[in-house]
């Protein structure tokens, strides 16, 4: 089974956050520059939220604010669900899926290290059953 630390190894460690004063409009622009659906709430080192694009969509639009004037802290999801570093992948995906969350970022020792998405996950998975088909094929054609 794959860990969350092997599978930052492959992905990456990169970190994308804004800060809680932020306007949501900044956070909006900053996710599509990095082509990210999330990006996570620091107060300098310290985690103390996420915003997504469907914070975004129900907490400005539906609500009539306006994102230029609307800072981050006021749309995000403040209680965030996190995982270390030696949880597997399958661990990760059952916590998402039981939460209804699409983002996960992964903490050591109180300090944010990265952070995974579903489609992270997904491709971890898909790319397991490949190897273990391939073997498998292997096994039986050898």
């Not at 985690?47 to 539906?62: F, M, P, Q, S």
């Amino acid at each position: 089974m794959t860990t969350v630390q092997q599978l930052l190894l492959e992905k990456g460690k990169e970190v994308w956050s804004v800060r809680p004063e932020q306007t949501v409009l900044e956070a909006i622009r900053m996710m599509d520059e990095k082509n990210v659906g999330a990006l996570l709430v620091m107060a300098g080192d310290r985690l103390v939220g996420i915003v997504t694009e469907r914070h975004y969509a129900r907490n400005v639009i539906l609500k009539g604010r306006a994102s230029p004037s609307t800072p981050v802290r006021e749309i995000m999801e403040s209680q965030v669900l996190w995982v270390g570093p030696t949880q597997t992948v399958e661990e990760c995906m059952a916590l998402m899926t039981a939460k209804f969350v699409r983002h996960l970022p992964v903490i050591e020792s109180g300090r944010v290290i990265g952070v995974l998405s579903i489609g992270d996950l997904v491709k971890s998975i898909i790319s397991e059953q490949r190897f273990v088909i391939e073997q498998l094929e292997h096994y039986i054609t050898s």
